[in-house]
């Protein structure tokens, strides 16, 4: 799965840490792709496909093998995740970018984005705007999971307001960015000539001691651990480790479960 790329100012990012789960992350990124219009293959020009947020290039190639004689171009914003992606020695151009800053050179035919917008502020703005990077007829896809629910992230607000670190996090408990899917329905129906907007609760069975806390720890409480430093941040990581413990029991046969929810955009633009 693509890595949930970093905005200016976020977190930075660790591949492996974040590979822990590869398989479990993997899923959704190949529900979304699954969903993604085929390209003409009679187009008389090449075709571009952009992976939105590539990571370290796990999600890129399934990408490569859907669109085989597509340019594809992956951009994220993490110089250690980009060096991870190059390491698979794909026909593939790399680009470290920020993804508010990015504006394609010309159209292209498919933004692929998985599990990275959500990082990102005003959706009512970004969304038109990366429709409006593609062809008519170009699909814009995107994945997010929803950092406001669950509750890992109960206990990540609540760990980070009643610590000693509270001040220091305190610009971080806003609300997520990921809206309702209606909200994206009213933004993109008007552009597009097909729109198809889902969310999708996952199960995902985790192995491993304090299994949350590492799924966590390699996403969404990244920028909360990146925060902190010293004895702050072996406090906190202590503190939200036994809160997800209790949040969180393991299942008879060792395993822990974490229902996960995540909001699915395939919007195809207009003619």
């Not at 390491?87 to 470290?96: I, N, R, Y």
Request: charged share 20%; aromatic share 8%; with cysteine.
């Amino acid at each position: 799965m693509a890595a949930e790329v970093r905005a200016a100012g976020s977190p930075s990012w660790d591949p492996g840490c974040y590979l822990t789960f590869g398989d479990q992350r993997l899923r959704p990124a190949l529900d979304l792709l699954s969903r993604v219009p085929t390209l003409d293959a009679r187009a008389a020009v090449t075709q571009t496909v952009v992976d939105l947020g590539c990571g370290p290039g796990n999600v890129t190639p399934f990408l490569r093998r859907r669109f085989p004689e597509a340019e594809i171009i992956g951009l994220d914003s993490s110089a250690d995740m980009l060096a991870k992606a190059r390491q698979a020695d794909l026909a593939v151009t790399w680009v470290e970018a920020d993804i508010a800053d990015w504006r394609a050179a010309r159209p292209v035919d498919i933004i692929y984005s998985n599990a990275a917008l959500h990082w990102l502020p005003d959706h009512s703005g970004l969304f038109p705007s990366l429709l409006a990077q593609l062809r008519p007829g170009g699909s814009l896809a995107v994945q997010m999971p929803d950092t406001s629910a669950g509750l890992w992230r109960e206990a990540l607000r609540q760990v980070a307001a009643e610590g000693p670190w509270a001040a220091t996090l305190a610009d971080l408990l806003q609300p997520g960015n990921v809206l309702e899917p209606a909200a994206y329905r009213r933004l993109l129906a008007d552009a597009t000539q097909a729109l198809d907007i889902w969310r999708t609760d996952y199960l995902h069975v985790l192995e491993g001691d304090d299994a949350v806390f590492a799924w966590t720890r390699g996403a969404g409480a990244r920028p909360f651990l990146d925060r902190l430093n010293g004895a702050q941040r072996e406090g906190f990581a202590e503190a939200y480790r036994q809160r997800l413990a209790a949040a969180y029991p393991r299942e008879p046969d060792g395993t822990t479960l974490l229902p996960f929810t995540r909001t699915f955009v395939v919007a195809v633009k207009a003619a």
